[in-house]
């Protein structure tokens, strides 16, 4: 019995709901934790170059299993998965420079941005329908993460012009991918296709071994631990997207922001206000009720 023959087995009994749920809290977790070991990652003075390479390829590594038990990919799909392969590895590629240049909570904050281009995209492709409680929460939500930032308090924050374009870039790649992903996982395996794209994403990360700065041990060791948290990420984020679609798991994805406060706060030690614990409340409460129509 393959892998994914022995997960249906045990997950059986279980019901959709949850099992949905569970995989939605581990991308939520996962994808938390990764910017933060990037942070960490430079403060033992490793290159944006050198942590991302490493990422990828210990990434691929950790999803070899997948990989090798699961090769049932139509031969005419293989292109659009180097299409999506790409667009994940350029968005870690600005992600880890945006933030040389920004803090990881501002870097979330931009991300905020994601759900809304993510539905337009939907909707220019006649796939689902944002109507105004969508879009009236998703701006809740997205004042939330305003709130959260302290944009509005008296300690306010530093924007850097080339840092904005980076995470703008981050956003706009997310959203490329998001949304190329939803339609490319129909007919196919969650995951089979989390384990094609770390290898595309594994090749990447060699390639960029010739131009990548040696590291120190201590630099390996947050490439190791960002390669475990983006492969469970990744897993998690695409058996979710399978059943509730790329929009709506970009609204859930936002709860991410205030994971990202409080573990900055234990591990980086960042200030937390109260008005960052109102705007905590305010995406929890817009996450919840900013959904979309499918389209028949």
Known sequence: MDLIKSLRARTSSIPQETITFGWVALALLASSIEPLIVKLGYRTGSDPVSLLAWKLIFGGI?????MVRNRDLPKQKIPVLLWIGACFSLHYLAVFYALTRTSASIL?????????LVALMNQMKMREKAGRKFWFWWAACFFGVLLSLDLFGTAGVRL?????ALCGTAVALSALYRV?????????????????IF?????????????????????YFS??????????????FVQALKSLGSTRISVLTLLQRPLVIFLAAI????????LQV??????ILGSRYAKVEKRV
Do not use: C, K, Y
């Open 62 to 66: 950790f999803m070899l299993p997948l």
């Open 108 to 116: 979330v904050t931009f991300l905020a941005s994601t759900p809304a």
């Open 160 to 164: 850097d012009g080339p840092g904005i």
């Open 278 to 283: 109102a705007g905590v409340a305010l995406v």
């Open 267 to 274: 591990l980086l030690e960042e200030p937390l206000g109260a």
């Open 199 to 219: 290898a595309i994403a594994g090749i990447v990360g060699l390639a960029l071994i010739p131009v990548a700065p040696p590291m120190n041990s201590q630099g």
């Open 180 to 196: 190329s992903i939803d339609h490319f996982t129909r007919g196919l395996e969650p995951l089979t296709v989390s384990g094609a």
């Open 223 to 236: 490439a190791l631990w960002m390669g475990l948290a983006g492969a469970a990420a990744n897993i998690a």
